[in-house]
């Protein structure tokens, strides 16, 4: 069963945490995208349990019931309430999983915990937003050039782009997702949002705005700084997921980050997307184990 957790945060802050999978298992620490908050997916659950894994994600500062930030931090700033949670939940070493926005916070716990994560996996992950040789922007979505343009003019011209232009997405319906997203989900994405997947995403989205917008306007802010960590640092075993299709975080992120952690294993695919790669989360979860050395025996 999963069960959902207030965390003291630092600052007296509160972080909003929610637990599943096994729950004597070893710690898998899921994070999610942008926008996200803490919503129970028992497809997710199930592939944890199956794994021995003790799932656990929360919501970052600002979205869901996780108190925000006084201003926006950096992706490694994220490490702090992830340890706060971990510590909360008596979990020492664990593994970590993130997806699209997610991705860095997974690479941040890599770099910054070395001692405590065993292996690290980025989902479509989103690369540096002034990466050394990445034209970040090639191949992805007009509405994704729109946003991040308008996170670069800093917190209020963003807020204000967020409020006009991204609160709809926040309170689509599941049957209203793929209409809001547009031309962020081709083909292949909208093949799969759809059921019990479109419904997740939906709750998803709408706890991620119980702030309003200030959550994803926190997180864009960071998506266009620099990390606070350096990849090259990273001494634990990382697995990088991409899918040509996507169209929210292009193909060429992922080629760029397999190539820039030392040793990362890469699973680039011609025919997956943004969403699609996330059904994936089952192989996911047993690669991952077996860069942690935690395989159980066939």
Not at 57 to 80: E, F, K, M, N
Not at 189 to 201: M, Y
Not at 248 to 261: C, D, F, R
Request: with cysteine; aromatic share 8%.
């Amino acid at each position: 069963m999963s069960e959902h957790l207030a965390v003291p945060g630092p600052d007296g802050r509160t972080i909003e945490a929610l637990t599943g999978g096994d729950p004597g298992g070893f710690g898998l620490l899921y994070h999610g995208g942008s926008p996200s908050a803490a919503a129970r997916f028992a497809p997710m659950d199930e592939a944890a349990r199956a794994h021995g894994l003790r799932l656990v994600t929360y919501s970052r500062p600002g979205y869901g019931d996780s108190s925000p930030r006084p201003a926006a931090g950096r992706y490694a700033d994220d490490v702090i309430e992830s340890v706060a949670v971990l510590d909360a939940l008596g979990i020492e070493e664990f593994v970590t999983v993130g997806w699209s926005g997610g991705g860095p916070r997974a690479l941040a716990c890599a770099a910054l915990l070395p001692d405590r994560c065993r292996a690290a996996a980025s989902l479509a992950g989103v690369a540096p937003y002034h990466g050394a040789g990445l034209d970040w922007f090639a191949g992805m979505a007009e509405e994704n050039h729109e946003e991040y343009h308008a996170a670069e003019r800093g917190r209020e011209a963003y807020e204000a782009y967020l409020v006009e232009s991204f609160l709809p997405i926040l309170g689509a319906s599941p049957d209203e997702l793929s209409e809001a997203m547009g031309g962020l989900v081709p083909p292949v994405d909208r093949a799969v949002l759809r059921g019990a997947f479109a419904d997740w995403l939906s709750r998803t989205f709408r706890h991620a705005g119980a702030q309003g917008v200030v959550g994803v306007r926190d997180d864009g802010l960071a998506a266009v700084a620099p990390w606070g960590f350096e990849l090259s640092q990273i001494r634990v075993p990382v697995a990088v997921w991409q899918g040509r299709a996507d169209a929210m975080v292009p193909y060429a992120h992922g080629e760029w980050l397999a190539a820039a952690v030392p040793g990362a294993r890469a699973h680039l695919f011609e025919d997956e997307g943004h969403l699609s790669l996330v059904e994936r989360f089952d192989e996911v979860l047993a690669d991952l184990t077996r860069l942690a050395g935690l395989a159980r025996e066939a």
